[in-house]
């Protein structure tokens, strides 16, 4: 991950190794990969981050990284300038989320009695009942919900290099990795596709065209509160409905499988794999693992 020492370090080279034309070229040549990998970040983290923050911090470490790399190293400059890149937008994320703990808490704690309230009735719950169970009001429910939503959720472990090594062994994903991918992509491309018709709407809006909550909610005629009850439903559905086929392991097991919730959810399960083959699923990407435009930006 780029740190502060790194760009000081970069920045202090006494004798740069390329000449400033040369810079410049290498600067010139490699802009689409910060296009690229901002678009994969945004892919992961909520919308109301926005996209120039990114592609400015991101910007930023290239023109750093063509000015500390040395090619004696033997180290590809894509790889060294997509590491630093990476890290600097990993940064720039840090600075925006401002949640405490104390809001992620409430945040895990809800989101764990909705679905405890969910399997127990047997729907969503409405948020009187999630409040009274919650011990607090539907005022202070919707500040937590409003909190949550505007501090980027993102889990920063797992997107930064452990270690120096690592900006060696950096490579692209072999041919057994890329088909893995694309296939967990047609998985929840399909997915979506076998949601009951209101949960897709509420994910593709939301998710995929990046609109806010409250038009979703004029269009559907609800109120805002019940679209983030829907998109909640509906993301439980599409995690548990991919575990069940990428990883049945940690797909869980229902208390009641004659309840009419455990019936429901086994028959999105059995109607993912009704939709879904490997033809299909390789289908949504090309080789190279990207979505066209025509199947949309589920990836």
């Known amino acids: 991950m780029t740190t502060a020492a790194d760009l000081a370090a ?36 909520p919308n109301h981050i926005h996209r120039d923050d990114l592609t400015s911090a991101g910007l930023h470490a290239l023109v750093t990284a063509a000015r500390g790399w040395d090619p004696t190293r033997g180290i590809p400059f894509n790889r060294f300038a997509t590491t630093r890149i990476r890290g600097a937008i990993l940064d720039e ?14 945040a895990r704690v809800t989101d764990t009695t909705r679905q405890s309230l969910t399997t127990t009735l047997g729907r969503t719950p409405t948020n009187e009942e999630l409040a009274q169970a919650l011990g607090t009001t539907t005022t202070d429910l919707h500040q937590t919900d409003n909190d949550v939503q505007r501090a980027t ?31 967990q992509i047609g998985y929840l491309h399909h997915a979506i596709a076998s949601l009951p018709e209101r949960l897709q709407t509420v994910i593709t809006e939301y998710f995929l065209k990046e609109r806010p909550m409250a038009d979703i909610a004029a269009d559907l005629g609800v109120t805002e509160s019940r679209i983030s009850q829907l998109r909640a439903e509906a993301l439980s559905l599409l995690k548990d409905g991919l575990n069940t086929h990428l990883d049945p392991e ?30 299909s699923r390789l289908a949504m990407t090309n080789a190279h693992g990207f979505t066209p435009p025509a199947h949309g930006a589920a990836a």
């Not at 994320?93 to 409430?106: I, P, Q």
């Not at 889990?155 to 290099?161: E, K, M, R, V």
């Not at 797909?251 to 033809?279: K, M, Q």
């Open 93 to 106: 994320l840090r600075s925006l989320d401002w949640a405490t703990r104390s809001v992620r808490t409430k």
């Open 250 to 279: 940690l797909a869980p097991a229902p208390e009641n499988p004659d309840s009419i919730i455990a019936r429901r959810r086994a028959g999105y399960y059995a109607s993912i794999a009704g939709n879904t083959n490997l033809h």
């Open 10 to 45: 970069d920045t202090a080279t006494a004798v740069p190794a390329l000449s400033a034309a040369e810079q410049e070229d290498l600067i010139r040549t490699n802009m689409p990969l910060v296009g690229h990998l901002v678009r994969d970040m945004l892919s992961r983290i």
């Open 153 to 183: 959720v993102l889990s920063l472990q797992g997107f930064t290099t452990s270690s120096p090594d690592d900006l060696v062994t950096e490579r692209t994903p072999g041919p057994e990795d890329m088909l893995i991918r694309r296939e």
